[in-house]
């Protein structure tokens, strides 16, 4: 074998050790559980960003199991979810200031509570205790939202923006579980 050809299998195996490595160290090759998402919504001069991560169902019970009734839940998997607004909003009967948030919730059968808390988190819970690491005394808007049972069952955990009637929402559907907290 010539030194050209060895000299390309040694830069191709090179190449392809470290398209390996780096593939391992993000994520491996498996597709994640709770894959990250991020979702946008843009009018005029506004612009609203939400960051998180989405768990999937896969046949376990969601709500008053595996996300308790009536504890903090950091409202998604892994990182603290987070809600960037350049604009202030009200929400309900309270102001949001433009800034990002990280947004939490408190489920329940009937009604949610959508919390706005000013502090930025690394994590959604903390590792050893598996508690949400939000601080309330950084809360600045607190709402509760009804819940709307849906019809069919949604796999991934989804927030999205929903603007289809003229009413901004930010919505968030799980199982059979959907909330809609308005926003202006």
């Known amino acids: 074998m010539n030194t050209f050809l060895k000299q390309l299998m040694a830069i191709l195996l090179i190449v ?17 559980k709770s894959p990250k998402k991020t979702v946008s919504f843009k009018v005029d001069e506004l612009k609203l960003e939400v960051f998180y991560n989405r768990p999937s169902k896969r046949g376990r019970e969601i709500f008053g199991a595996l996300v308790p009734y009536n504890e903090v839940w950091r409202t998604g998997a892994n990182e603290a979810t987070t809600f960037e607004t350049n604009k202030a909003l009200k929400i309900v009967n309270d102001s949001l200031e433009a800034g990002k948030y990280t947004l939490w919730t408190i489920p329940n059968d009937t009604a949610w509570q959508v919390i706005f808390n000013a502090k930025q988190y690394e994590w959604g819970v903390d590792h050893t205790t598996l508690k949400p690491l939000r ?3 950084f809360d600045v808007v607190k709402v509760l939202v009804p819940v709307k049972k849906i019809d069919h069952v949604v796999e991934q955990f989804t927030i999205a923006f929903d603007n289809s009637t003229d009413n901004l929402f930010l919505t968030m559907a799980w199982d059979n579980v959907k909330i809609e907290v308005p926003l202006k």
């Open 135 to 137: 601080e309330p005394n």
């Open 16 to 32: 392809a050790l470290g398209v390996f490595v780096y593939s391992y160290l993000n994520d491996g090759f498996q597709k994640p």
